[in-house]
């Protein structure tokens, strides 16, 4: 049995779907309606704010957690802010960014840290989560990204 081309690029739009049909750093910003996964773990999506060169879409999720997402003229979500009651499942925030993510956590286990803040720095990603049970915050940028002359520091601090 012979694949042709469009059947692997059929598997390929299949297996990249997730990850295009929810909102994540560098991808779109959450919408209502575009993932059920995402919709699931919404309480209530607010309205869009307006900044000088980007917009701020802000959700509240099922877990107390405010997210704010920073979406560029272009529509790219370049930074991520959060903070409340539950951590945001990062894989719905950090998308293709997860594994960098992930390995910094276990970098740190493996060196002995246990709590505090996690700050990942790595190829223009940059992130720093702190808090403890009840009380969360971070943030999460993409360098590349960032319009020109934002400060994007000062924008999520």
Same mark, same amino acid.
């Given at each position: 049995?012979?694949?042709?081309?469009?059947?692997?690029?059929?598997?390929?739009?299949?297996?990249?779907?997730?990850?295009?049909?929810?909102?994540?750093?560098?991808?779109?910003?959450?919408?209502?309606?575009?993932?059920?996964?995402?919709?699931?773990?919404?309480?209530?999506?607010?309205?869009?704010?307006?900044?000088? %060169?980007? +917009?701020?879409? !802000? *959700?509240?999720?099922?877990? $107390?957690?405010? /997210?704010?997402?920073?979406?560029? &003229?272009? =529509?790219?979500?370049?930074?991520?802010?959060?903070?409340?009651?539950?951590?945001?499942?990062?894989?719905?925030?950090?998308?293709?960014?997860?594994?960098?993510?992930?390995?910094?956590?276990?970098?740190?286990?493996?060196? %002995?840290? +246990?709590?505090? !803040? *996690?700050?990942?720095?790595? $190829?223009?990603? /940059?992130?720093?989560?702190?808090? &403890?049970? =009840?009380?969360?915050?971070?943030?999460?940028?993409?360098?590349?990204?960032?319009?020109?002359?934002?400060?994007?520091?000062?924008?999520?601090?």
């Amino acid at each position: 049995m012979r694949i042709k081309f469009w059947q692997i690029g059929c598997v390929a739009l299949a297996w990249l779907t997730p990850w295009c049909a929810h909102a994540a750093l560098g991808g779109l910003p959450f919408a209502a309606g575009v993932s059920a996964e995402v919709d699931a773990r919404v309480a209530s999506y607010r309205s869009v704010q307006a900044g000088q %060169g980007y +917009r701020v879409y !802000p *959700v509240d999720l099922n877990n $107390g957690t405010l /997210v704010q997402e920073f979406v560029d &003229a272009s =529509g790219q979500v370049f930074a991520l802010r959060w903070s409340g009651s539950g951590l945001p499942d990062m894989g719905m925030l950090l998308g293709a960014h997860l594994p960098t993510f992930k390995a910094s956590v276990q970098a740190a286990k493996q060196a %002995g840290k +246990r709590g505090g !803040p *996690v700050l990942v720095q790595s $190829g223009g990603f /940059v992130l720093l989560s702190t808090g &403890a049970m =009840g009380a969360f915050q971070g943030y999460a940028y993409l360098q590349a990204l960032v319009p020109p002359g934002l400060n994007v520091q000062s924008l999520l601090k």
